[in-house]
């Protein structure tokens, strides 16, 4: 089972900050370090979350350089931000930088609050513009040496485009995840490489899971040829007293922790994620919400992952 360390940044980060808790990741063996791509603060008082938002990519390309083994990416970039050229040529970058360790995780954005703030075009029909992009940008990187592509779609256009660069790595990670009953477990099925349900009930994850397979086995796709993850957060502590202070600290009830994420004591969240692989989970993205406290991210490796095979 991999576990992935997920970041919010948006809630508040520096790059240094990020930079901190990347570099720890890396250090205590998690498999990957994700972020979120978002610019603008969730909750009632945006001024709260200082500095303010910090670029996905231009981010990433920094910790690119200043790691050496984990997976980088975003979960997940929305294609309301970037042209889907623009974000070709941005990610195939940033994964020459890292040697090879870059995914892109891309979906259609849902917080219009923060296109409203930074004059991004939010159209009330995104789901085309997904399946335009992925296609584009994986024609992109699949386009061979010396042979342009061309693209002619309702939402973008492509002339003869020299298509490049391209990335390190072949194929290339690309995650599709959410939780639509069909049009997203088809789109899966195309062009992902790993398929990612955020934040479900327990008893949906492999619900969501056998769609795509089933979308897989209409195209004649193997199932077995994606990657099936799951994002929950995490609030671990060693006993209930530290347990309960993380619970505080993200603003979330014990209980309630316990009843949706991987919540409790780390024999508790061994158990859990027992479960999860049992419903057909392979890699698990944990949601550290207070990404200034790394003794955190210290009791996980020690306790939980030290307990998976």
Same mark, same amino acid.
């Given at each position: 089972?991999?576990?992935?360390?997920? $970041? &919010?940044?948006? =809630?508040?980060?520096?790059?240094?900050?990020?930079? $901190?808790?990347? $570099?720890?990741?890396?250090?205590?063996?998690?498999?990957? #370090?994700?972020? %979120?791509?978002?610019?603008?603060?969730?909750?009632?008082?945006?001024?709260?979350g200082l500095p303010g938002p910090t670029d996905a990519w231009t981010s990433l390309a920094g910790l690119a350089r200043e790691t050496s083994r984990i997976k980088l990416g975003t979960l997940v970039s929305s294609v309301t931000y970037r042209h889907p050229g623009i974000l070709a040529i941005q990610v195939a970058q940033v994964?020459?930088? %890292?040697?090879?360790?870059?995914?892109?995780?891309l979906g259609t954005g849902w917080f219009e609050r923060e296109h409203l703030a930074y004059g991004i075009p939010?159209?009330?029909?995104? #789901?085309?513009?997904?399946?335009?992009q992925l296609e584009i940008i994986t024609g992109l990187w699949g386009t061979p040496l010396g042979e342009t592509?061309?693209?002619?779609?309702?939402?973008?256009?492509?002339?003869? %485009?020299?298509?490049?660069?391209?990335?390190? =790595?072949?194929? #290339?990670p690309v995650i599709v995840g959410g939780s639509g009953p069909t049009r997203t477990p088809k789109i899966a099925a195309r062009f992902a490489t790993e398929f990612n349900v955020p934040f479900a009930e327990f008893a949906d994850i492999p619900v969501r899971f056998r769609a795509v397979r089933e979308a897989c086995e209409t195209i004649g796709r193997e199932p077995s040829e994606l990657v099936y993850s799951a994002a929950l957060v995490a609030a671990v502590g060693s006993n209930p007293a530290e347990?309960?202070?993380?619970?505080?600290?993200?603003?979330?009830?014990?209980a309630?922790?316990? &009843?949706h994420g991987l919540a409790?004591?780390?024999a508790e969240v061994v158990d859990r994620i027992g479960a999860l692989r049992e419903d057909g989970v392979e890699r698990l993205y944990l949601q550290i919400l207070d990404i200034h406290d790394l003794d955190h991210l210290e009791l996980i490796a020690a306790e939980v992952m030290s307990q998976l095979d």
């Open positions: 089972m991999d576990l992935r360390i997920f $970041t &919010e940044p948006q =809630q508040g980060a520096s790059y240094d900050d990020l930079l $901190t808790i990347a $570099t720890a990741t890396e250090r205590l063996g998690f498999d990957a #370090f994700f972020r %979120s791509d978002h610019y603008l603060r969730m909750g009632d008082d945006p001024f709260e994964d020459a930088m %890292s040697g090879g360790r870059v995914e892109l995780g939010f159209p009330a029909k995104r #789901f085309g513009m997904l399946e335009e592509y061309s693209f002619d779609g309702e939402h973008y256009t492509l002339v003869e %485009s020299p298509a490049l660069p391209k990335p390190v =790595q072949h194929p #290339f347990f309960e202070r993380r619970a505080t600290a993200i603003g979330r009830e014990p309630e922790l316990r &009843e409790g004591s780390p």
